[in-house]
């Protein structure tokens, strides 16, 4: 499985994603590719999840994948009750 973390520019927000979803899914057992991309490196690009900022929705529209947007970067509860649930359904249906 592999979850892109994005944000608008720079690394920043996509860090701070990516260190929150590798301690959940560590926590949980979970194995995964994190990676964490601006959104102008993304283009082109394929991932099973995509987790963002929520202030990214309109340039993820047209994306066909999985979108998982994220209100508060630093609220942990809120990532992990977003993001965990869609990677247990992902691992169920493969």
């Known amino acids: 499985m592999r979850i892109v ?6 690394f920043g927000s996509s860090l701070t994603l990516k260190m929150s979803i590798d301690k959940i ?3 949980n057992g979970i ?3 994190v990676i964490a991309w601006d959104l ?8 099973d999840i995509v987790v963002a900022p929520s202030d990214m929705k309109k340039h993820l529209e ?9 209100n508060n970067l630093i609220d942990q509860k809120e990532i992990e009750s977003k993001v965990l649930p ?3 359904q992902m691992l169920e249906s493969n």
């Open 40 to 47: 102008g490196s993304f283009k082109g690009q394929s991932a």
């Open 31 to 33: 194995r995964a590719e």
């Open 5 to 10: 973390t994005l944000c608008g520019m720079g």
């Open 62 to 70: 047209s994306y066909s994948g999985k979108v998982i947007l994220i």
């Open 86 to 88: 869609v990677v247990r």
């Open 25 to 27: 899914l560590s926590t």
